[in-house]
């Protein structure tokens, strides 16, 4: 037993994994470059149905119209942080889209007062993806300008995080906090953080006009180089000021910015004076990672919370949620990469949240709200999953969320062969609708099984051009038959190394 107990001291001492009392990169000799470099791609896109199939829109930051037939310019020049090592590093990119279409079925609700960074037209759509700069001090981010907001619960080649994916357009946003795992000083390693403050502006106008985001998140990871990691994460959201169609000012103002922060009660309508002023979401992650020499694997579940914040395990809509698996090796480059998922959200507390005086806290109506009509949604595509059906798709002129209560089972491969890059996805959704206004929700509405083959190839021959092919094609009740193809050439360069 003594000898056992020593193995397990002398396994878990810093000694034994030659650890520092703060395993921080800069600790590390400083041998990397700065450099700035440029790409240009272009793309043309025709399809068959009446939108764009799923798979070729969708976690495209809005660079991919919805109309069939598409072709795109994207531009940009980048500077990418590769100094970890240093006390400081910085990052900053300008990325232009600039996209010409057949006119989607969506145009006559697209809102006609947006504003940069995305500007639609009936035939052709300009699009901001990223002007922004980011400086590393020390273990400090700072970022401004118009970037992507996302969290980071997405996985790669999954279906999208349920607060923040990559579905939506880039909005001007400035974020402070610590963007990586950062060990926390004196325990050696074991134990990390990371966290961060955002303020973001929603420039889309669909309902509300000058409406921003509050967004604000924290996790902790035991384990460090251990090959076990448990990580925790908490994120906060809520969609807050602004002005409604009448021109009644929502609360733009310090005070409200507190009490949005900390959820608290206020506002000009009754349900903000009675609940919280905004529009507030949160979402919870719990993980477990395994890694080895060359493989990496990551379990995870998601949950959504809408009406009540509740910690792991309790809640009114436990059902609901998004666990996953995913998993990545460097031995065999034919399947590097593999993630499964499985999506609900059609629990959603119940069918009723109030009824004869009592209220049951159900009915929870995800992505939509009573203040802000647009909706979780960002010029009218998903700020979170896009397997939430975005208002993109609506027939009968709202700017609402119609479906939110889907299941979906999703599959991700990814590989290389003979120099063929290539990613593979599958989902198949059934669609519920909402429970209000829908009197017969317990029956199936629609589903959908959407398909992707993406193949990129570099031609060293052809001036070092990208060659990228994309197919995809849905099957079902929810839109029909309908297939595409996209045909990418790019081509990227080294401007300078300082």
Not at 111 to 118: A, D, M, R
Not at 123 to 150: C, E, K, N, S
Not at 153 to 179: E, K
């Amino acid at each position: 037993m003594k000898r056992l107990t020593l193995y397990i001291l002398l396994l878990f001492s810093p000694a034994a994994w030659g650890w520092s009392w703060w395993p921080l990169p800069m600790a590390e000799p400083d041998n990397g470059r700065d450099t700035l470099a440029w790409s240009a791609a272009l793309s043309a896109t025709a399809g068959y149905g009446t939108y764009s199939p799923f798979f070729m829109q969708s976690m495209r930051q809005g660079c991919v119209s919805s109309a069939p037939f598409s072709g795109s310019v994207r531009v940009a020049v980048e500077k990418p942080a590769t100094r970890p090592a240093r006390w400081f590093d910085y990052d900053m990119a300008a990325d232009i889209t600039g996209i010409v279409h057949s006119t989607p079925q969506a145009f006559d609700l697209m809102p006609k007062t947006g504003s940069f960074p995305v500007l639609y037209s009936r035939h052709a759509d300009f699009i901001v993806q990223r002007l922004y700069a980011h400086v590393r001090l020390y273990i400090v981010d700072i970022a401004a300008g118009v970037m992507p907001l996302t969290d980071d619960m997405d996985t790669p080649l999954g279906s999208g995080s349920l607060l923040f994916s990559a579905n939506a357009p880039s909005m001007p946003a400035l974020r402070i906090g610590f963007d990586r795992w950062t060990p926390v000083p004196g325990l050696f390693g074991y134990l990390e953080l990371k966290g961060a403050l955002v303020h973001a502006w929603l420039t889309d106008n669909a309902y509300t006009r000058g409406s921003m985001i509050h967004y604000k998140y924290a996790g902790l990871q035991v384990g460090g180089r251990l090959p076990v990691n448990i990580s925790y994460e908490f994120h906060h959201a809520a969609q807050w000021g602004g002005y409604s169609p009448a021109g009644t000012d929502q609360g733009n103002d310090l005070p409200s910015f507190w009490r949005v922060m900390f959820a608290q009660s206020g506002g000009s309508t009754y349900n903000e004076k009675f609940n919280a002023l905004g529009n507030h979401l949160g979402s919870q992650q719990l993980a477990l990672t395994l890694k080895g020499k060359g493989w990496n694997c990551k379990i995870y579940w998601q949950n959504f919370l809408e009406d009540n914040f509740a910690f792991l395990g309790k809640g009114h809509n436990l059902p609901d949620g998004r666990w996953g698996l995913t998993a990545s090796q460097t031995y065999w480059p034919y399947l590097n990469r593999l993630t499964l998922e499985y999506v609900c959200t059609a629990d959603q507390s119940g069918p009723i949240h109030d009824q004869d005086g009592i209220i049951y806290a159900g009915n929870d109506s995800y992505y939509q709200n009573s203040v802000f009509r647009q909706g979780w949604n960002y010029y009218l595509r998903s700020l979170g999953t896009p397997l939430i059906t975005a208002p993109l798709y609506n027939t009968d002129g709202t700017t609402q969320t119609l479906n939110s209560r889907v299941k979906a089972w999703h599959l991700g491969l990814g590989g290389d062969i003979l120099g063929f890059r290539y990613s593979f996805m599958a989902c198949h959704v059934l669609n519920y609708g909402n429970y209000t206004g829908n009197p017969d929700w317990q029956a199936l509405q629609s589903r959908n099984t959407a398909l992707l083959l993406d193949v990129q190839k570099t031609v060293p021959q052809a001036w070092g051009l990208t060659f990228g092919l994309r197919l995809a094609a849905d099957f079902g009740t929810q839109w029909g038959t309908q297939a595409g193809a996209m045909l990418t050439i790019c081509k990227q360069g080294l401007i300078t190394t300082y």
